[in-house]
T-cell receptor
Framework: DQQVKQNSPSLSVQEGRISILNCDYT??????FLWYKKYPAEGPTFLIS?????DKNEDGRFTVFLNKSAKHLSLHIVPSQPGDSAVYFC???????????FGKGTKLSVIP | DTGVSQNPRHKITKRGQNVTFRCDPI?????LYWYRQTLGQGPEFLTY????????KSRLLSDRFSAERPKGSFSTLEIQRTEQGDSAMYLC?????????????FGPGTRLTVL
C-alpha cells in the first residue's frame, strides 16, 4: 500500500507559467513533508518542506501548500524555468522514525 | 566537494556474485541512510545508522544484505549472492543529529546491474 501518492507521472509547462505538482498521503500520522528534486544521474536534492502545523511554506519561487483535512499537498513553482525540468518527489517521515517514505515522483518538463 | 559521495558509481556483476558499495557522508553528519530506487519508483528505505549504531532496518533488507558503519564515519552496503532483482540505484543520504527535521542530503548513487 502506497502511503505517499503522486498520481501524475509527468507534467509539461511553458516557461514563465506556474507548475503545480500534487501529492496525496494516506497515513494520518505523517506530520512533516518534504519535496525533493532529482536530475538524471544525480541523487535527490532537498527543495522545501512543511510541518503539519502550517498550511503554507514559501521559499523564493517555490511554495508548498498543505491541506491536512484532504491529506493533500502541492508544490507550486512560479515562474517555471527550463532548469526546473526534473523529477520531483514528495516524501514524509514515518512516525517515530527518520526513514522517509517517497512517492513515485512527477517528471516536470518546462518548455522554453 | 563536501557533499555525500558514493563509490563506485556503476557496478555490473553476474548473478551470484557479492558486491560492496561505499558511502562517505558529509563529515559532521551523525545519521546515515541507505535507500534503493528502481525504475519508475521513488527511493525506498533500507536502513539507517546513528553514528555507528544501526537503528532501523526495512523488511526489504533481506539476509543477503548487510550494512556497516564502523567508527561512525563511512558506511558500506554489501549484497551477497546477487540476484537480477537486486538491479537498482542504491542511494546513500546523511543528516545532522540536530538539524532540520529529516532534511537528508543524498549522494549520487551507485547503479547496480546484475546480469
Amino acid at each position: 500500500d502506497q502511503q505517499v501518492k503522486q498520481n501524475s507521472p509527468s507534467l509539461s509547462v511553458q516557461e514563465g507559467r506556474i507548475s503545480i505538482l500534487n501529492c496525496d498521503y494516506t497515513n494520518s500520522m505523517f506530520d512533516y513533508f518534504l519535496w525533493y528534486k532529482k536530475y538524471p544521474a544525480e541523487g535527490p536534492t532537498f527543495l522545501i518542506s512543511i510541518s503539519s502545523i502550517k498550511d503554507k511554506n514559501e521559499d523564493g519561487r517555490f511554495t508548498v501548500f498543505l491541506n491536512k483535512s484532504a491529506k493533500h499537498l502541492s508544490l507550486h513553482i512560479v515562474p517555471s524555468q527550463p532548469g526546473d525540468s526534473a523529477v520531483y518527489f514528495c516524501a514524509a517521515p514515518e512516525a517515530g522514525s527518520y526513514q522517509l517514505t517517497f512517492g513515485k515522483g512527477t517528471k516536470l518538463s518546462v518548455i522554453p | 566537494d563536501t557533499g555525500v559521495s558514493q563509490n563506485p558509481r556503476h557496478k555490473i556483476t553476474k548473478r551470484g556474485q557479492n558486491v560492496t558499495f561505499r558511502c562517505d557522508p558529509i563529515s559532521e553528519h551523525n545519521r546515515l541512510y541507505w535507500y534503493r530506487q528502481t525504475l519508475g519508483q521513488g527511493p525506498e528505505f533500507l536502513t539507517y545508522f546513528q553514528n555507528e549504531a544501526q537503528l532501523e532496518k526495512s523488511r526489504l533488507l533481506s539476509d543477503r544484505f548487510s550494512a556497516e558503519r564502523p567508527k561512525g564515519s563511512f558506511s558500506t552496503l554489501e549484497i551477497q549472492r546477487t540476484e537480477q532483482g537486486d538491479s537498482a540505484m542504491y542511494l546513500c543520504a546523511s543528516s545532522l543529529l540536530a538539524g532540520s527535521y529529516n532534511e537528508q542530503f543524498f549522494g549520487p548513487g551507485t547503479r547496480l546491474t546484475v546480469l
